[in-house]
């Protein structure tokens, strides 16, 4: 059963970096079966889809946000990151990393609990 | 983007009750349509896909049903554990995939 878990600051002061990591256990990410995605939930919103990496590092991400985004892959630790550039209260949100497959299904199979990053000076 | 719209918002249900919860897409998504369960601190969870297929794992009092752009999905008799709050979520074409804002169904 594969699990995800996101890490990272809780606190990120506007106009900085938000940087996540996503540490993928009990199954590779080195795979052709699945999509490794960056969602969040900001407060009293829905979900929203940021963008995903495939291991051979091709990414896609929301138009929405994709001048402020970088989701990057480390094989060698089973791991992909998130960076959003240049952060502002609207910012804040849980974020969450999951698995979409197999195939690009944009279905969301496996998900970490979330990490609450607040943006705040 | 294809918007998701889902009603309820809310809903108090009781114990052993059957519960709907409706799912409306912006454009026709044909059955690429998928639910999820959220508890608050918890990873959200893949319930259904495909508008009607269950999840591994997922127990069959939970029911999914549409195409197009209604969508329902059902429990049959409510358990303890199902108080949640659940998302529908479009996978039609190509990314942005969008949510439904949630409904959160509470003890009556």
């Known amino acids: 059963q594969v699990q995800l878990q996101e890490s990272g600051p809780g606190l990120v002061k506007p106009s900085e970096t938000l940087s996540l990591t996503c540490t993928v256990s009990g199954g590779s990410i080195n795979t052709d079966d699945y999509n490794w995605s960056w969602i969040r939930q900001r407060p009293g919103k829905g979900l929203e889809w940021i963008g995903y990496i495939f291991k051979s590092g091709s990414t896609y991400y929301n138009p929405s946000l994709k001048s402020r985004v970088i989701i990057s892959v480390d094989m060698s630790k089973n791991q992909f990151s998130l960076k959003l550039s240049s952060v502002t209260a609207a910012d804040t949100a849980v974020y969450y990393c999951?698995?979409?497959?197999?195939?690009?299904?944009?279905?969301?199979?496996?998900w970490g609990q979330g990490t609450l990053v607040t943006v705040s000076s | 983007d294809i918007q998701m719209t889902q009603s309820p918002s809310s809903l108090s249900a009781s114990m052993g009750d059957r519960v709907t919860i409706s799912c409306r897409a912006s454009q026709s998504i044909s059955n690429y349509l998928n639910w999820y369960q959220h508890k608050p601190g918890r990873a959200p969870k893949l319930l259904i896909y495909a508008a009607s297929t269950l999840h591994g794992g997922v127990p069959s009092r939970f029911s999914g049903s549409g195409s197009g752009t209604d969508f329902t999905l059902t429990i049959s008799s409510l358990q303890p554990e199902d108080f949640a709050t659940y998302y529908c979520q479009q996978s039609y074409s190509s990314p942005p995939y969008t949510f439904g804002q949630g409904t959160k169904l509470e003890i009556k």
């Open positions: 999951a698995r979409e497959g197999p195939g690009g299904s944009g279905t969301y199979d496996s």
